[in-house]
């Protein structure tokens, strides 16, 4: 999926984003502000990993991401 859909979601994604990495908490969402980059970076820190495997998870979480954002436009338009 295309980060910026995410970033443009992010408001509706944060739990989604929290239920992954249970450690991240509101301020730490609140600094990444749905930036790849800053994600990366939180999660390095938080979680004590490295960056290829944070980019990894991160990819991963995008692709699942993809169905939600795609399943609640569609949700949304038929309203």
Known sequence: MNWDRIEGNWKQLRGKVQEKWGKLTNDHLDVVAGRRER???KLQEVYGIG???VNRQI???AESMH???NTESSETSKH
């Open 39 to 41: 994600l990366a970076g």
């Open 51 to 53: 960056k290829d495997e």
């Open 59 to 61: 990819d991963e979480f």
């Open 67 to 69: 169905e939600i954002v």
